[in-house]
């Protein structure tokens, strides 16, 4: 199940992009979308569906977004992929360029990881020195470049459309969608915003075919993720595994005994219990997400939430009511979980309600899912209390 694809050393700057400006953009939309890859940033979007959507849309400029803002709490599989496989996802980058028609690329890159600009800096200058990056790529009549800006730190800016906002120097506050950002993204113009992780794969289809890429994973679900597995475990890091895997395989790898539950998904994630570590880690069952966080018998879940209402609470950008109302309540209702005061019934019943309401009315994925971790955590309270 463990597979080294990705992170596989097997990789030669350049081969894919020879072979993909050597054919029509739309072939590389063909394979993309053969291959059934979908997008690594969260939400699963089929990446071959949104570069074709990027493609069709054609009325001038068009752009390629990294998303590297990685503020998924415990998730840093991207930082690897940035620092130790920065060619990989920029081939991916630039041979997407190529299959939507951009000449403009840029990687949004996380306040935090701001210490590796200078070698980023560096690799892009490299390969504009080599024609990989500039006018007239490879005498294929083809230019694009690469442009490097920086989050300020906030969490809300890596989704995509206050991401979006912010590179245009605007406070990162989410859009009202549609129109999605593949038709009106970066200064109104089609934007192609993928995860590194996305961008990272594309060399490996391109080189392998889709056939190959889709031996591993599932029918549905094909391909390999980065897990980046932190918490109580012995040997953290970060793991590549065929999509279709489960906790169990993970947990084993890294040697995690003891398990009371594991967080999937990072904050806004799933609090999974041991009875469901065997449940397949794949779009149809319990979503592929980077971020693992282990917890033994020795923690008391409820400090857990803590951790993650108030990360919500900092994060939220305030613009609707149902989050920047309904996160705080929450907030203090753990609070009082944890100071042992009693909450009527008829109380916890209101904050189930709200954790309803702000599913389905709050304006981002932030609200949409900053009550998950109560949701679940209170209702297997006895479950996850043992
Ligand atoms: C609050 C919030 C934070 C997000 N943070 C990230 C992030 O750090 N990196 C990322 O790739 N996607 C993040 N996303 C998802 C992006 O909005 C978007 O779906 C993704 O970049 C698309 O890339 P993909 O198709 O390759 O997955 C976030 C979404 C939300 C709602
Ligand atoms: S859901 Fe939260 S983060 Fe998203 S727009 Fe509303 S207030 Fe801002």
């Given at each position: 199940m463990q597979r080294k694809f990705i992170l596989s050393n097997d990789y030669i700057f350049g081969e894919a992009l020879n072979k993909v400006l050597s054919e029509q953009p739309q072939?590389?939309?063909?394979?993309?979308?053969?291959?059934?890859?979908?997008?690594?940033?969260?939400?699963?979007?089929p990446t071959g569906l949104k570069l074709e959507l990027v493609s069709k849309n054609d009325v001038g400029a068009k752009y390629v977004v990294c998303n590297a803002d990685e503020g998924e709490p415990g998730s840093f599989k991207d930082r690897e992929l940035l620092f130790n496989h920065t060619e990989k996802f920029i081939e991916g980058m630039i041979a997407s360029g190529y299959a939507v028609g951009s000449s403009k690329g840029f990687i949004y890159l996380r306040?935090?990881?701001?210490w590796m600009l200078k070698k980023l800096l560096k690799k892009i200058e490299q390969l504009r020195e080599k024609n990989y990056l500039g006018k007239n790529?490879?005498?294929?009549?083809?230019?694009?470049?690469?442009e490097i800006r920086c989050n300020a730190g906030a969490y809300i800016c890596g989704e995509e459309s206050s991401l979006i906002e912010s590179m245009e120097g605007k406070r990162g506050e989410p859009r009202n969608r549609p129109p999605f950002p593949v038709e009106h993204g970066y200064i109104n113009s089609p934007t192609l915003v993928d995860n590194v992780e996305t961008f990272a794969n594309l060399p490996y289809i391109v080189k392998y075919g889709d056939e190959e890429f889709k031996k591993y994973g599932t029918e549905k679900s094909p391909g390999t993720k980065l897990f980046s597995i932190s918490g109580d475990c012995p040997k953290p890091g970060i793991y590549e595994f065929e999509l279709g895997c489960t906790l169990s395989d993970l947990l084993e790898t890294c040697d995690a005994t003891d398990v009371k539950a594991v967080q999937v998904g990072g904050a806004?994630?799933?609090?999974?219990?041991?009875?469901d570590f065997n449940t397949s880690i794949c779009y149809s069952e319990l979503p592929p997400e980077?971020?693992?966080?282990?917890?033994n018998k020795s923690r008391n879940m409820f400090e857990v939430l803590k951790n993650f209402t108030d990360f919500f609470k900092e994060e939220s950008c305030g613009l609707c009511t149902p989050c920047r109302e309904g996160v705080p309540k929450i907030a203090d209702a753990v609070d009082k979980i944890l100071?042992?005061?009693s909450i009527p019934d008829s109380q916890i019943d209101l904050l189930m309600e709200l954790a309803d309401v702000m599913k389905v009315a709050s304006k981002c994925g932030l609200g949409q899912t900053?009550?998950?971790p109560f949701v679940y955590i209170y209702k297997n309270r006895g479950i996850l209390d043992e």
């Open positions: 072939d590389l939309i063909n394979l993309i979308k053969k291959s059934g890859l979908r997008g690594r940033g969260g939400a699963g979007f306040a935090e990881y701001k790529i490879l005498n294929k009549n083809f230019d694009f470049d690469i806004a994630g799933i609090t999974v219990a041991p009875k980077g971020s693992i966080i282990i917890f100071n042992k005061e900053a009550s998950n």
